[in-house]
């Protein structure tokens, strides 16, 4: 035993402080370079120089199994343990950085996808930061709106239907060709098909956007919470009577009493507020009833209160005809138009209604009234000259009567098809064949786009040969919409703005009302 004590244990000792700088050395300069600085090749424990001596390995073994825990707790606490843990932690760290910062670009980028989303399918509600704004409900698809937003920007708030993905698509182009930036910015919002009624189709707009700055002021200082309602067709001008395919009564009835109940709601602080309710509509719009559709669209209106303001969309359109034609014929014998259109019913309802003004439509294939009677004049002052001339007499005051007999003017022309680029193509084929006088035209249209086109029209074609009258609906009803907010804006009342329209358009309305009644009574004689 005395010898173990002096001679194996510190042979062990030593050999087990080499053990140690070994493992530390190379554990150390391996694992943690990548993280932090390596440490020194040499620990700075010195290590004594080691002796060489002979060794019992049956001493040795001996004596290994009452060392043997005492060599792995000083070799993993004092080698293994902290090191190993430094290590660790550091790859654990690093990792863990690495894996936040993915997380939150990938958050980043989801978040303006999502966003991006919203935009689009109308599900993101317009900031607060404009004042002033006039609600518009457009249902499917809205020209007008088109107009209002490059007039007057952000204050108009267009309300939609949610359509398919692509659908959506194509409005947000068409909204970029106003602003570009209107790609990523919230400006309109989208409600689900009948669902106008739905308080919860509402509550995240009113939310976001109703508050007292979201009223407009007039000039004595009342506020007023303008919402409009447009009712009528895409390039559908002038079919009246006729029942609307997109936004009706029912769903902007609707839609002003939720908008009106949550505005409510969110008026905390109790402010003062009067609601102007805009319709833009077909007063001519048959209504169902339980026993058949005997009533009007402005019948209706006029026994209930869904509706402040009624605008007569359609004869706001033939009223801007009806002008151009009394113009243009008040002093000519024969009061003639050709409508060139390629529907049979725009062409029944127009006919019937200037035959209420005593002007007569024709078609484009029938030959005018003032030609044929040109024709018939010259027809006989070339008969009566080749009898004199077969008498041997004098033909010379025949001759100076036909220098007199001039051709007449063209007649004037009415263009409508069913669609924006149908109308413009058709006057450019005519104007290329020189079968119009641009003087004697109305080229009716329903897009702005449409309107944008025959402007082009007047640098390619010379000065000399005039100027085409174009009538835009789109252009036309924004500016109603635009005239009635002027009127509330002066403080008339909605009684007064009501009447005042009427009084404008009255006598056309009642032209209107005689065309329909005569064609709802022509229609079961012809059956």
């Not at 004590?5 to 030593?14: D, M, N």
């Not at 189709?201 to 007039?218: E, G, I, N, R, T």
């Not at 009394?326 to 309802?349: G, H, I, N, P, R």
């Not at 010259?378 to 051709?407: C, F, G």
Request: charge should be positive; proline fraction near 3%; hydrophobic fraction near 40%.
């Amino acid at each position: 035993m005395q010898s173990i004590r002096t001679r194996i244990l510190p042979r062990l000792s030593r050999h087990l402080a080499t053990t140690r700088w070994c493992s530390a050395s190379k554990l150390q300069n391996r694992l943690p370079p990548v993280l932090w600085r390596a440490e020194d090749e040499f620990p700075a424990q010195k290590i004594k120089p080691w002796r060489r001596g002979p060794a019992s390995a049956a001493h040795f073994i001996s004596v290994g199994w009452q060392l043997s825990l005492r060599i792995f707790r000083i070799a993993f606490s004092s080698i293994f343990l902290p090191e190993t843990l430094q290590a660790s932690r550091s790859i654990i760290a690093g990792s863990m950085v690495m894996a936040q910062l993915v997380r939150t670009v990938g958050q980043l980028v989801s978040a303006g996808e999502r966003f991006r989303l919203n935009v689009l399918f109308g599900s993101e509600a317009p900031l607060k930061s404009v004042k002033q704004r006039v609600i518009r409900l457009c249902g499917k698809e809205s020209d007008v709106t088109y107009v209002s937003l490059m007039h007057h920007g952000e204050h108009i708030l267009p309300v939609y239907e949610r359509q398919p993905k692509w659908y959506q698509k194509q409005l947000v182009t068409q909204l970029m060709h106003i602003n570009k930036h209107w790609q990523w910015k919230p400006i309109f919002w989208c409600v689900e098909n009948n669902e106008y009624g739905s308080s919860i189709a509402w509550k995240p707009l009113a939310a976001a956007c109703f508050s007292k700055h979201f009223l407009v002021q007039d000039i004595n200082g009342n506020n007023l919470l303008i919402i409009e309602a447009d009712a009528t067709d895409t390039e559908d001008t002038l079919n009246l009577g006729d029942e609307c395919n997109d936004l009706n009564l029912d769903d902007a009835s609707q839609a002003f009493q939720q908008i009106q109940a949550h505005f409510k709601r969110q008026n905390k602080h109790n402010v003062p507020f009067r609601v102007l309710r805009v319709f833009l509509g077909d007063s001519m719009q048959k209504v169902k009833t339980g026993g058949g559709p005997k009533l009007r669209l402005r019948e209706r209106v006029n026994q209930s209160t869904e509706v402040d303001v009624f605008v007569d969309s359609r004869t706001v359109i033939v009223a801007a005809i009806v002008q151009w034609a009394k113009t243009l014929l008040m002093q000519e014998k024969f009061k003639e138009v050709v409508f060139d259109t390629d529907d049979l019913a725009y062409f029944a309802k127009i006919r019937n209604l200037m035959a209420e003004l005593g002007i007569h439509l024709i078609d484009v294939d029938q030959i005018s009234t003032a030609q044929a009677d040109y024709e018939e004049k010259r027809k006989k002052l070339v008969a009566k000259w080749s009898e004199l001339e077969q008498d041997n007499k004098s033909t010379e005051e025949v001759d100076s009567m036909l220098e007199q007999l001039q051709q007449p003017q063209c007649t004037p022309r009415l263009v409508y098809h069913t669609t924006t680029n149908r109308t413009v193509m058709r006057v450019k084929n005519l104007l290329a064949a020189q079968k119009i006088d641009l003087n004697r035209c109305c080229v009716l249209v329903d897009k702005v786009s449409g309107q944008e086109e025959m402007d082009k029209l007047k640098y390619e074609i010379p000065v000399t040969h005039g100027c085409t009258h174009v009538i835009c609906s789109s252009v036309l009803w924004d500016e109603m919409f635009r005239q009635v907010r002027v009127w509330a804006r002066l403080g008339n009342s909605a009684e007064a703005i009501q009447a005042e329209l009427d009084c404008q358009l009255g006598e056309v309305i009642s032209m209107a009302k005689t065309a329909l009644h005569r064609k709802d009574i022509e229609e079961p004689t012809n059956k």
